[in-house]
């Protein structure tokens, strides 16, 4: 059924007529067709989850000045995103923020962690240090969180300014809506481009990856 | 900091009552170091600490440097204080690297300085010289079953390598 726009003030009509009960027949289908909005249970669900997301108090490096402490400061205020309350146990949280370079001594720490966040839960990688090492190619620090946990969202920069970790908590968010972006691949129509590190350019991905990326390259095209 | 003179009195001095501790003096950069015997560095310390009108009663700090390919390899150097006169000395000991497996050795301080427990600790953890009588010697800062002394200069860096245009082929 069509329904044709209305003004505000006719909404506010029939509004009022629905609570006296006066409202019958094709005026109570248009009513409801308004204002209703049908969907399944996992996506009100993910919706709800995407907004109400608990972060773990945690800082590891000098990424959490930005991230943990500035982000619920009242000038970047992550409450506009539903996530204002940091919890300081994991067990009730359900997002850790990887705030800095992990060291090997510091790993199972995190990981123990992240292990203790029930389920459903997701780790955003914040910075060049838990991403990949960053400067401290050394002995002492994990190259890279991946490497002992999962991750789901790296932020680029050293460190990333707030702004840019909310905006990748937005992200986060679509992904929990299951609704990723793909990224500048997307825009361009660049999926299948990727290079992997692993072997140098000419090399193939593993069997995990490629059929990750090419469920990846469906959403994108779809 | 004594001058280079008083440097040179100092040594007398401990000359005269510890015969042969004392290998060497430096004087740089307008710093005092006394080079030092290691087996008889606690009586160098000692004599510092509590002879009148020494009294180098703090040690500001303990660290081990690598002066590899130098031989004697390891410095244990002792940053002594008076805070009454706010004169500082330096007192090296060089340690040769043993053969094979073994790891060098000097005597504890602990004894004359608590505060160098940690620092002895620290010495230990990332240079692997061993303290002997130090009362808990394990590891303070790395995790307690690494293998390896990471300060050493011939430790390998570690890290991954990065693939940059200069370096590409050895990469690709």
């Known amino acids: ?146 490497k002992f946990m999962p991750i789901d969202l790296h932020v680029p920069g050293c460190p990333p300014r707030p702004e840019a970790v909310m905006y990748g908590f937005t992200k986060l968010q679509r992904k929990i809506q299951g609704n990723p972006d793909q990224g500048w691949r997307q825009r361009y129509n660049a999926a299948g481009t990727e290079e992997w590190a692993r072997g140098g350019p000419a090399s193939t991905p593993s069997p995990e990856a490629a059929e990750a990326y090419l469920a990846a390259r469906e959403l994108s095209l779809a | ?17 510890r015969p042969g501790a004392v290998l060497a003096t430096s004087f740089d950069r307008g ?21 009148p009108g020494q009294r180098y009663r703090f040690l500001s700090s303990l660290h081990v440097a690598d002066y590899l390919p130098a031989e004697p390899r390891f410095g244990v150097h002792y940053e002594l ?20 497996d073994a790891l060098p050795e000097i005597d504890s301080c602990v004894e004359l300085f608590p505060t160098a427990d940690f620092q002895e600790r620290e010495a230990f953890d990332f240079f692997g010289v061993v303290f002997v009588g130090h009362p808990d010697l394990t590891r303070i800062l790395l995790p307690e079953d690494y293998v ?25």
């Open chain 1, 1 to 146: 059924m069509e329904v044709e726009r209305r003004t505000l003030a006719a909404k506010q009509r029939s509004a009022r007529d629905m609570l006296r009960g006066d409202l019958e027949g094709e005026d109570l289908d248009r009513y409801v067709e308004e204002r209703v909005v049908t969907t399944t249970f996992e996506k009100m669900l993910n919706l709800a989850r995407s907004n109400s997301i608990f972060p773990l108090t945690f800082g590891l490096a000098c990424c959490a000045i930005e991230a943990p402490i500035s982000i619920v400061t009242a000038r970047y205020d992550l409450a506009r995103f539903g996530a204002e309350a940091l919890r300081a146990s994991p067990r009730q949280a359900d997002l850790i923020i990887l705030s800095g370079r992990v060291s090997i001594k510091m790993a199972p720490v995190v990981r123990r962690l992240y292990d203790q966040m029930l389920e459903p839960k997701w780790a955003i990688s914040m910075g060049a240090c838990s991403s990949s090492g960053g400067m401290f190619s050394n002995y002492a620090v994990v190259q890279g969180a991946d």
């Open chain 2, 1 to 17: 900091m004594p001058d280079a003179p008083g440097l040179e009195l100092i040594r007398g001095e401990i000359e005269r009552d």
């Open chain 2, 31 to 51: 710093q005092a170091a006394l080079i030092v015997d290691p087996v008889q560095v606690i009586d160098v310390l000692t004599w510092l600490r509590d002879t």
């Open chain 2, 81 to 100: 204080l008076n805070r009454d006169r706010v004169e500082r000395i330096r007192v090296k000991a060089m340690l040769a690297d043993p053969e094979g």
């Open chain 2, 148 to 172: 390896g002394w990471p300060q050493r200069r011939d430790f390998p860096v570690g890290g991954e390598p990065v693939t940059f245009t200069y370096n590409e082929r050895n990469y690709g």
